[in-house]
């Protein structure tokens, strides 16, 4: 199949131009033709262990002022021009996607991220107004939070985000030919958030967030040598953007309590939290012997020393503010990593079906604190058996899976298969 991947942002700080690229890498390796467009030059080979098999097809080589940008002291400017640019890259590369497939012909278009309502508004331009016959055309939706109540300390957004539902539900209901998500929490929660009934939607495919298999980990001692960090200790790993509703405000609470030998590192590029910022609150909590934080982006290759280090990670996140995003839950389990979460999106869910650490509630630091504790005293034996769990589902969350995952959905939308077909069509991962 020729299939066009869409990825606006791919040279935004995190994980987007790598994702899309293994994702393009691992269709192209199962025989698909495959062209990833994204919003400026994307240095594809960059993020691969081998060279591209497929095609990259930039918007322009411009980055958009404010992509990405989160330094500066006023928040509200820096909101308003990181929203400016968010709309203005996805809108060149969306149109240069639909202007690709007048010039050549392809089986589907797979927005992979991206805003919602120059998305639509474009689609039917072309569709409607200009009479250009499109591909199947399949939308990614990984934020389930098209409310305004998801939102409520930022009415603007929450506003934006109520407007964006009507024309969400609008392009799902008639444009769309599958829908893709993270998780079932993801599936439940955006389909109710669009009010439609049943035989209006499209199907929803749930995909697990793609992640890297390592090809080699470094033993823990020398992780730890590495990284500086105590050779015997329990080591406790948050990795991630440090944002507000990632919950480690409550996290260095919780570890105040914890008796035992153990270590913590916070690891992420800054955000909402600043290095001195949380330095300071570590400072309140007495722990400034056993507490770490390095705030800045981490490559891949840190990411997994780090994770090689780290007996469990920890991802204490707020259900308030909370997206669904797990894309750190997916890249710990492929390091084999026991899981220490809360009861948010789908992780919880999957912590307890497959028993991949412990679970408990959001916002509680009594109860995260009791958790922890009950990870270092631990037996050595039931700890490995939760990381080779983990592991086992972070082969799930591979991007060669992933693909698999996604040529059965491409190859189904574009025969348009009757639903009992289409249901044995689809590997749907759970």
Not at 131 to 138: E, F, K, N, S, T
Not at 219 to 247: D, T
Not at 291 to 300: F, G, K
């Amino acid at each position: 199949m020729k299939v066009v991947l869409v990825e606006p942002y791919g040279d935004r700080m995190g994980h987007f131009g790598f994702y899309a690229s293994h994702l393009a890498q691992e269709l192209a390796r199962l025989g698909h033709q495959v062209v990833l467009v994204s919003g400026t030059t994307l240095p594809a080979e960059q993020f691969l262990r081998s060279r591209p098999l497929f095609r990259v097809v930039a918007a322009d080589g411009h980055r958009s002022a404010g992509l990405g940008s989160t330094g500066g002291s006023k928040k509200w400017l820096r909101m308003l021009l990181h929203g400016q640019a968010v709309i203005r890259e996805n809108w060149k590369t969306v149109q240069r996607a639909l202007q690709l497939c007048r010039g050549e012909s392809f089986d589907v278009i797979h927005f992979l991220d991206g805003e919602v309502v120059s998305t639509s508004i474009l689609v039917t331009w072309h569709a409607v107004v200009r009479g250009q016959v499109l591909p199947a055309l399949i939308l990614h939706i990984n934020p389930a939070d098209f409310t305004f109540a998801a939102h409520r300390h930022n009415p603007v957004r929450g506003l934006y985000k109520s407007a964006a539902r009507l024309f969400l539900r609008s392009f799902v209901r008639r444009s769309c030919a599958a829908v893709t998500v993270q998780g079932e929490w993801h599936r439940k929660r955006i389909r109710a958030q669009l009010g439609l009934r049943a035989f209006e939607l499209p199907p929803f495919h749930v995909v697990r967030p793609g992640t890297l298999l390592p090809e080699q980990v470094l033993s823990p001692l020398e992780a730890r040598r590495r990284l500086q960090l105590p050779a015997e200790a329990v080591v406790f790993l948050f990795f991630g953007m440090l944002r507000k509703e990632k919950g480690i405000d409550v996290l260095l609470e919780a570890v105040g309590g914890v008796p035992g030998n153990w270590y913590l590192l916070i690891a992420g590029a800054p955000f909402d939290w600043t290095r001195n910022i949380l330095e300071e609150r570590i400072a309140r909590h007495g722990q400034t012997e056993r507490v770490r934080v390095d705030a800045r982006y981490l490559s891949q290759e840190e990411v997994g020393t780090c994770l090689a280090a780290a007996d469990a990670v920890v991802l204490p996140y707020h259900a308030q503010g909370h997206a669904g995003g797990y894309g750190p839950f997916a890249v710990a389990c492929g390091y084999g990593k026991p899981l220490v979460v809360t009861e948010v999106g789908e992780m919880g869910r999957l912590v307890k079906r497959h028993g991949l650490g412990l679970v408990v509630p959001p916002g509680d630091a009594a109860e995260l604190g009791r958790a922890l504790q009950q990870f270092v005293q631990c037996p050595t034996a039931i700890k490995r058996e939760m990381g080779a769990r983990a592991r086992a589902f972070g082969d799930r969350c591979s991007f060669a899976t992933l693909a698999r995952d996604l040529s059965a959905i491409y190859i189904a939308s574009k025969r348009k298969l009757p639903a009992p077909l289409l249901r044995e069509a689809i590997l749907d991962v759970r």
